[in-house]
């Protein structure tokens, strides 16, 4: 089986497996903040025949922001209150599950609590406001609130001319989430923050 092939399985299975079939209200997101817990991955060998330096869609970033800051209500900037050690993360498995396969690397792994912004505003936090100084990877993450919680990723791994995963879309508390790219993922999940035992 080719590379590409397996790595087309990987992704399937990893949607079936992880990604939940519709997302819920985000009435609940009155919390005095978000989780959010981020594993990045790679493929150790670049799958052949795929154009992966070719622009990301941007799925769910499609048009102008229709909230302005400052503006009814919205007055919030996404900020991180504090970060959360390999204790208190739940992808730690899987990342050992990946680095065991021999076929993916994990670019970045790091978990952290963050106020987030009104959707659409998509203003996000870059992977240096997170502390995630990986080798060639850089970007931004977005968690937007509004009816329904919003994750995002506007990453690009590499250079000349380097991968790009760009897509914004809704999520569920507590889930695990796959966003995905020929040649890398991220399988990410957010919970709500609640008093100061997350």
């Not at 989780?35 to 799925?59: K, M």
């Not at 390999?86 to 050992?96: D, E, F, K, T, V």
């Not at 992977?127 to 994750?151: D, F, K, M, P, R």
């Amino acid at each position: 089986m080719s590379f590409h092939a397996r790595f087309s399985m990987f992704a399937l299975s990893a949607l079936l497996a992880l990604v939940a079939a519709a997302p819920m209200p985000a009435s609940a997101a009155a919390t005095s903040g978000y989780v959010v817990e981020i594993l990045v991955f790679r493929a150790i060998t670049p799958p052949a025949g795929e154009d992966l330096g070719a622009p990301p869609e941007g799925r769910g970033f499609n048009g102008p922001s229709s909230v302005v800051a400052g503006a009814a209500g919205d007055n919030s900037v996404p900020g991180v209150l504090r970060m959360l050690d390999a204790s208190q993360m739940q992808l730690g498995s899987m990342a050992s599950k990946l680095r065991a396969s021999h076929e993916w690397t994990v670019v970045a792994h790091a978990g952290w609590v963050q106020t987030a912004t009104e959707w659409p505003r998509h203003d996000g936090l870059s992977l240096q406001q997170l502390g995630i100084n990986a080798n060639g990877l850089t970007g931004s993450v977005y968690v937007e609130h509004g009816q329904y919680l919003h994750l995002g990723f506007d990453l690009k791994l590499g250079d000349s001319p380097g991968w790009s995963l760009r897509e914004l879309r809704k999520i569920r508390f507590n889930e695990k989430n796959y966003f995905d790219h020929p040649g890398f993922g991220v399988i990410a999940i957010v919970s709500p923050a609640r008093g100061t035992g997350q």
